[in-house]
Structure formats: C-alpha cells, structure tokens
C-alpha cells in the first residue's frame, strides 16, 4: 500500500471523533482531504464546518457541507488536521501546504486537535522537515537573520503568498529539542506573524495510518 492509502487509512478513522449535530474545523492538505471526502459521506450528520483555507473550503462546499465563519461559531469541538512531522508527545510542524496561520486559529479555537497523518510522519525529533514560518513581506531579511542566529537555514518559498497575503520561509537545519520554548521565541521575532510548530498547543490525539491499520496515540 502506498502512504497515500495509509493517510486515508488515518482520515477515516477520524471521523469516529465527529459528534452529530457538531461544527468541525477542518485543515488542510492531501490527509485532510480524504477526510473531506469522508465528512461528505455523512453531511446530514453534522451542521457545517470551519475550514482553514481556500482549498479545503472549496472541497468541503462541493460535497454540499456549509462552510462558516470562525467568529460566527466560537469554540469547536473538534478539529482534524495532518502535519509534516509529530513527535511522541504530539507537538508538530505544519504549514506544508501554507496554511499554518488560519491552522493554527482553528486549532486553537478547538476543544479536541485530531491529528491525521500517515506513519512515516512519526519522528523522535522535530526539524528534519524544513519549519515553514509565516512573515510579513517587509521582515523577510530581519525574520531570516534572526533565523540564522538559532542555527537555522531559512529559505524562501518562492511564488508563495499565503491568504493572509504574507510570505513563508522554510527554516531547514533545526534540530528541535525543545519545541514549547521554540515556538515562543520565534513568535517573539517582530515580523513573524505564525511558526509551524504546533507544541504549546499539540495534537490531543495523533491516528497515524500505517501497513496494519491506524495507531491511535494520546497527549501526554
Ligand atoms: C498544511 C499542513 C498539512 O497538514 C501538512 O503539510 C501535511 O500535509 P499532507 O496531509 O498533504 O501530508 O500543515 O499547511
């Protein structure tokens, strides 16, 4: 089987977490979007979605699921989104897909963060995968300065701007030992306006997809 299947393997147990008559965050990506595809199987369950980005909206409005407004809801029970890493205690990077500002309100707006992922996702330490942050245009040289002071090699992604109308530079090199504080000091950058890592608030509950089915792992 390919990781592609074992992500959908993930995406479909997610949909065990979705309450009926509930309002569900959904992120972004190729994992969530076998979950979409899954959701709009049972649409007359559930009463719409927030979704985290142009893409995924678009998918959730096709197979008939309202997309609302964060503000128009308040808190979530729910949110299901993939990641590019998770560690063992379910800290992640996210934003290969760009998406990491609209990913990161969501999830925090949500009570539960079920991650979906496929098991190569799984890794002891966090940075092998390049940590995408998202800057303001005109903090692109001060943002990657300050990234290089930490050991990191930022890089441009090129023909990239989010939704939010900013820039994203992929930090490669970081080996993330200690993600919590990480988070923190990146966000501290003046011009940053979001990190991937998702460790202060973490994954509550990780269903990784693999060759004998889906591993369910819990925050500690
Ligand atoms: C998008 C994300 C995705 O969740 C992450 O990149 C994983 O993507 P995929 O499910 O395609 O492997 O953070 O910003």
Known sequence: MSQD????????AAIEFVESGSVIGVGTG???NHFIEALGRMRQRIDGAVSSSEASTRRLEALGIEVLDLNSVG????Y???????????QLIKGGGGALTREKIVAAASERFVCIADDAKLVDVLG???????????????VARELVVRGGRPVLRTGVVTENGNI??????????????????LNDIAGVVTVGLFARRPADV???????????????
Request: aromatic fraction near 2%.
């Open 80 to 90: 299901v989104d993939g990641a590019d890493e998770s560690n063992a205690h379910l």
């Open 168 to 185: 994203i530079l992929d930090a490669h090199d970081l080996e993330i030992l200690q993600p919590a504080e990480l988070e923190s000091d």
């Open 5 to 12: 299947a074992y992500k959908q393997r993930a995406a479909e």
């Open 206 to 220: 990780l269903l990784l997809g693999g060759p004998s089915g889906v591993r369910q792992m819990q925050a500690d």
């Open 75 to 78: 808190t979530l029970p729910l």
């Open 128 to 142: 092998a995968f390049p940590l995408p942050i998202e800057v303001i245009p005109m903090a692109q040289s001060l």
């Open 30 to 32: 190729s994992t969530v």
